[in-house]
């Protein structure tokens, strides 16, 4: 290690003991002191880990946490960023939480990252392999649509060629640009359908991207993933190694599904979340996981904070959803479908940095099917909070349904009058943080972020 970056490490792990005892925590203030001192203190860092970088839109957080769990039925030492800070000072922060690998020793970093952040990280450590969930629309403000977004992935691909990727092959960016890489896709194959059909009109990449030509469908799982095809230029899905081959049973706090022949279930919803649940299978597989091993980890993962989190606020029970874009949002509110029992609604709307500040895309959201549902009251809350409540009104919500209330710390307060035992609040990433921190100070969180 470097005068320099011996300097950075000591600076950075000695903020990071100060944060966590006497702070409550601090996730990347860490490694924002460390980088300043040093830019290329991560060469240093993760130099002697085997590392794995999940990128994508959509899904990084459950499925870097579920990668994590599926290796630990094999591997002791795994380093990752739990909290899902993904930006470059947020890894280096995990790194110097880490003690120093022992000679000799190896140990497997699982990191996710954020799609601008992936040729920084790759600049300083070569992964062994990448895992790439999908590519949606999502903060304009800063990824651009979603061509540019990908490519600032490929930047990173492209600086090691020697990693394996990993990718989900019912996305057809992925399979767009021919890569050095060797390249393994999991997908769903559920049905033999052999139907030619267009996906929606307000669907992102359907245009062929070697000719432009619209993309046909065999099937459609969800947005535009799927076996796609292209009857102008023969483009196509690549050949699967890994898929789902059943959705059992789909429920708000359950799937259960088929993977390879084999029954798997998590303790979470949506079929976007099996996606990310067939990632981490198809990498363990890789890694010599077998499948009832696979299983066993399914079965043993707990829900992560903020993404699909179950909270006790009283005698109600809370459900916390992040959503920033409207296919995750339009998935969450298709799990909400699968709602047997009367519940209440709350939406938070920020338009900070990390939310994206540009909120047009709660107009392609699917609320419309909100009024619809069987929930029993309304609530609108958040720094944007004029928008979400106009969006919902549009929808066809009644205004003696829809309470409006700005402040979240009232927001929070207002759960326990929910005329409903089942709360759900869908959340931009901000919004979600400062609820969480709110529920953490009165107590119904336990331990807070760390």
């Keep these: 290690m470097t005068f320099k970056s011996n300097i950075a490490t000591i600076a950075g792990r000695s903020s990071y003991w100060f944060l966590h005892n006497f702070m409550g925590g601090g996730s990347s203030l860490p490694g924002k002191i460390t980088t300043k001192i040093d830019p290329n203190v991560l060469k240093e860092l993760g130099k002697n880990y085997d590392v794995i970088i999940v990128s994508g839109t959509n899904g990084k957080t459950l499925t870097t946490a579920l990668i994590v769990q599926v290796l630990k039925e094999k591997y002791s030492e795994i380093l990752t960023n739990k909290t ?17 690998p022992k000679k000799n020793q190896k140990p497997i970093a699982v990191l996710e990252v954020d799609e601008a952040n992936v040729k920084l990280i790759v600049e300083q450590v070569k992964p062994k392999y990448f895992v790439l969930t999908n590519i ?3 903060q304009l403000d800063r990824y651009g649509e979603i061509y540019t977004t990908y490519q600032k992935i490929l930047d990173g691909i492209d600086l090691s060629p020697q990693s394996t ?9 992925f399979n767009s640009v021919d890569l050095p890489n060797q390249r393994i ?3 769903f194959k559920h049905t033999d359908s052999k139907q030619d059909f ?6 992102d990449g359907i245009l062929c991207p070697r000719c432009q030509h619209i993309i046909h469908y065999r099937h459609l799982v969800y947005a535009n993933l799927g076996d796609y095809f292209c009857p102008n230029c023969g483009f196509e899905r690549p050949e699967l190694k890994y898929q789902v081959t059943e959705v059992t049973n789909r429920t708000p706090v359950k799937s259960d599904f088929i993977i390879d022949g084999y029954n798997y279930e998590i303790s979470i919803g949506g079929t976007y979340n099996i996606y990310n649940a067939l990632a981490a299978y198809s990498i363990g597989r890789e890694l010599g996981i077998s499948q009832s091993q696979i299983k066993h980890a399914f079965e043993s993962n707990k829900r992560i904070f903020g993404r699909q989190e179950n909270i006790k606020v009283g005698d109600k029970d809370v459900t916390i959803i ?4 409207p296919v995750g949002t339009n998935q969450v509110i298709d799990l909400l479908s699968t709602e047997t029992e009367p519940f209440s609604f709350m939406g938070l709307l920020n338009a900070n940095y990390a939310d994206g500040i540009d909120t ?15 929930i029993k ?3 609108t809350g958040g720094s944007r909070y004029k928008d979400i409540t106009l969006r919902l009104k549009v929808a066809g919500v009644p205004d003696d349904k829809h309470i409006v209330q700005p402040d979240l710390e009232k927001v929070v307060a207002d759960i326990s009058k929910m005329p409903t035992q089942k709360v759900y609040i869908l959340a931009t990433y901000t919004a979600m943080m400062q609820v969480r921190a709110i529920l953490t100070k009165k107590g119904y969180i336990k331990g807070g972020q760390k």
């Design 84 to 100: 899902g800070s993904n930006m470059i000072q947020g890894i280096v922060s995990t790194f110097l939480e880490a003690k120093n």
């Design 136 to 138: 949606f629309r999502d």
């Design 165 to 173: 990727v990993i990718a989900n092959g019912d996305e057809p960016i």
């Design 185 to 187: 896709f999991y997908g």
């Design 198 to 203: 267009k996906a929606g009109s307000n669907t």
């Design 322 to 325: 992040l959503v920033k874009n």
């Design 360 to 374: 047009s895309w709660i107009w392609d959201g699917e609320f419309e099917r909100l009024p619809q549902m069987n």
């Design 377 to 379: 009251q309304f609530e």
